[in-house]
């Protein structure tokens, strides 16, 4: 989850999107919290990361349809 959580941090000066900074402090905050101190299965790491990509392709989608221009 730290991995792919920081590999989004890029992302924020790329192309200008805050929201990779908040998409990239959830899964790394999340994956140090999961490792420290959750006793879960190894598993739910994965799928929660999976939840939030996929929130966060979805609320992407909207704000990239909003940035463009009408036809």
Do not use: K, N
């Not at 792919?4 to 200008?16: D, M, S, T």
């Amino acid at each position: 989850m730290v991995v792919p959580g920081a590999h989004y941090l890029p992302f924020v000066f790329l192309y200008g999107m805050r929201m990779f900074a908040s998409l990239c402090g959830i899964l790394v905050f999340a994956g140090v919290s999961f490792g420290l101190y959750l006793q879960e299965p190894f598993s739910a790491g994965g799928w929660f990361t999976g939840v939030v990509l996929l929130c966060f392709a979805f609320s992407g989608r909207i704000v990239a349809g909003r940035d463009q221009p009408a036809h």
